[in-house]
């Protein structure tokens, strides 16, 4: 309504029954009970093909983006009667009709002494838009009271993601249901259709396709410029780049692949003509944009959900604008070190300067189209910005910008790694949990995706860092909740309360963090007897650690442990680790296994509604969670719920939080 767009999550054991709308050339209504239980219980001739027939012998428009387009610059005063027409200005309280309500769509047009031709074809298409949109909401709307259904789906061609239209049905709906019955729209509704044929396709093998198997990428795929495509889509990388370069010497910025700009609205009784953006970069705020719907068969949801219906991974609101701004700003000011790094990775070759600027400039135009419109990709979280950075960055083939960094930083910890482990060895169990947990939060200040960590790189090395960082974690922390956990591990009487069976540790950043860090801790835990399973990403992003490189970094540090060396090798990951371990004629103790699975996931944080089926197989034993760091225990995560016991660990890099 009033051009917000509000996502909603529902449940699938509550999806029905519901009225689906379909608006093609005439308008379907079904009612559906169930799966495969529907029926088409109305219908009327009016609809988009009334739309694009009258608009077109009224205009003499085209095609039907062009109507659609041509109804953004128009005024519906100038030709639909309103109420405040027929009673001087005024509103009609005693009924509950606003000055601005259309009594009568081109009403005007009777009592004017004027012909076609003295009427913009803006205003005559927008006052058809309305007179169609409003028409249809009241329809459904009847029918929906007809079966005593609340909820009500509109889909079809005539939509298409169109702000105005949908603002409109959403309107109707409101008002002639008395705010009781809600208008609700599907992203890229206009290939329901398609979709449905290719799903009911046998030979694809889709009858059990879930929602968390589906995910939607936004790659530059077209050359848009001011709103419109020029020429084929892009073949290859090369295409691609050389289209962004072409537009940039020419002077015009890239356009984020989304055509068109709806009016903002002044009320239910006109429009204001949206500002000329000339040459500059045009995010334009009325269509959602087409993305590359991928099929992954094996995400899966977390099985260890408290409550799945009630799970939402993003903790900020970037709905509001403040938070957006912040984050804008983040991620623009990150972006020239960012495009250095990921040049060097890939040896600061000429074609790898190429991608680089392509990189940046696409990157940016994703930025700034959805400052403009926050709602083009869908629902947007921080964990989709930060997504879709690496899939840019994995557009243009970057695949590791961190790879020598990761190196670096990995050989400099594992050298220092005996050292801490046999100062812990030399504490009590109490005193050494606490300062494993201090040893964590101290570790997690190796992220190069905050600038306060990136600053620091400048002043130190990787241990004096460290060392500096593990001093300064005095309690009480601002989340606090170490003597629960310490209760949960040690008891608080005689008895002592039983190990894990095993425990899923999420881990963070390459070099100090999982080495001196979530290694240590997980070592603690196999000497308890609790299974280990390390949970790392799928695929790089910044400087996190990837489930391939787990397993080197595991067999370089059992080098100095016996309690790895044994727990990996249960585990199997020595089994392929070219390692030479000192005196390897002596015996591995007895031990629980130390596992390492992918999460399913290449960015900083994770929607765990769509895990690795291995993750999900490994979850079904696990009674401990560990979640660390920013990305996964705080800029998602943070209010999840688990059937298990949980921790989140993370040291707080950005003062935006309150």
Avoid at 110 to 117: A, P, Q, V
Avoid at 363 to 387: D, I, Q
Wanted: one cysteine or more.
């Amino acid at each position: 309504m009033e051009g917000q767009k509000m996502f909603v999550q529902i449940d699938q054991n509550d999806l029905f029954p519901y009225l689906l709308v379909n608006i093609g050339s005439g308008v379907s209504m079904i009612k559906v009970d169930g799966d495969g239980k529907f029926q088409r219980v109305s219908g009327t001739n009016v609809g988009g093909g009334t739309y694009w027939g009258l608009g077109k012998l009224l205009t003499k428009c085209e095609s039907f983006d062009e109507l659609l387009e041509l109804s953004q610059r128009g005024d519906n005063r100038t030709i639909d009667m309103l109420v405040g027409d027929i009673y001087g200005g005024m509103d009609y309280s005693k009924i509950g009709l606003s000055a601005s309500t259309i009594a009568s769509s081109f009403g005007k047009a009777i009592s004017e002494n004027k012909g076609l031709d003295d009427y913009r074809p803006e205003d005559i298409s927008l006052s058809l838009l309305r007179m169609i949109s409003y028409n249809i909401g009241q329809i459904s709307y009847l029918n929906a009271l007809r079966f005593g259904l609340k909820r009500i789906f509109f889909g079809g061609f005539f939509i298409r993601g169109h702000a105005y239209t949908m603002d409109t049905i959403s309107f109707a709906v409101h008002f002639w249901s008395k705010g009781e019955a809600q208008a609700m729209f599907l992203r890229h509704e206009g290939f329901l259709g398609a979709l449905g044929a290719f799903m009911s396709y046998e030979k694809h093998g889709l009858d059990d396709l879930m929602v968390h198997q589906l995910v939607e990428r936004f790659p530059m795929g077209a050359p848009y410029v001011g709103g419109n495509i020029h020429g084929p889509p892009l073949g290859d990388l090369n295409e691609k780049i050389s289209w962004m370069e072409k537009f940039v010497q020419k002077g015009t910025e890239i356009t984020a692949p989304v055509p068109m700009a709806p009016p903002g609205t002044t009320g239910l009784g006109g429009f204001e003509v949206p500002s000329s953006k000339g040459d500059t970069l045009r995010c334009d705020a009325s269509e959602l944009n087409v993305g590359v719907l991928h099929l992954v068969p094996s995400l899966e949801v977390f099985p260890l959900f408290a409550d799945p219906k009630r799970y939402e991974p993003n903790t900020i609101d970037l709905s509001d604008r403040s938070e957006l701004e912040y984050w804008y700003t983040v991620l623009s000011e990150q972006l020239s070190d960012l495009v250095d790094k990921a040049v060097a990775s890939e040896g600061g070759t000429d074609d790898a300067e190429r991608r680089g600027d392509a990189f940046a400039r696409a990157f940016s135009a994703h930025l700034a189209r959805l400052m403009e419109e926050p709602a083009a990709y869908g629902k947007l979280g921080l964990a989709n910005l930060l997504e879709l950075r690496e899939e840019c960055l994995r557009e243009f083939h970057f695949i590791d910008a961190y790879r020598s960094i990761k190196q670096r930083e990995n050989e400099a910890s594992l050298a220092v790694l005996p050292d801490l482990l046999k100062e812990l060895d030399s504490m009590t169990e109490e005193a050494r949990m606490l300062t494993l947990i201090e040893g964590v939060l101290a570790a997690n200040i190796f992220d190069w995706g905050s600038r306060a960590c990136v600053d620091l790189y400048h002043k130190g090395t990787i241990i004096e860092i460290y060392r500096m960082s593990r001093n300064k974690m005095q309690r009480p922390w601002r989340v606090d909740d170490f003597d629960v956990f310490k209760e949960r591990m040690f008891g608080s009487g005689d008895k002592k309360p039983e190990p894990h069976k095993r425990a899923l540790l999420f881990v963070d950043n390459s070099g100090a963090d999982i080495v001196l860090g979530m290694l240590p801790l997980a070592r603690e835990l196999l000497r308890r007897g609790t299974e280990v399973v390390l949970v790392a990403n799928s695929l790089p992003a910044l400087n996190d650690v990837t489930a391939m490189e787990v397993p080197d970094i595991v067999a370089e540090a059992a080098k100095h442990c016996d309690i790895l060396r044994g727990a990996a090798e249960a585990g199997g990951l020595l089994v392929d680790a070219m390692i030479n371990i000192q005196d390897s004629s002596k015996e591995s103790p007895s031990s629980v296994p130390l596992m390492v699975v992918e999460n399913g996931c290449g960015s900083p944080c994770i929607d765990l509604r769509q895990v690795s089926s291995e993750l999900a197989a490994a979850a079904k034993d696990a009674d401990l969670v560990i979640l660390e760091g920013m990305g996964r225990a705080l800029h998602t995560n943070f209010n999840a719920r688990f059937k298990c016991d949980a921790l989140k660990v993370y040291l707080l890099l950005f003062h935006n939080y309150r």
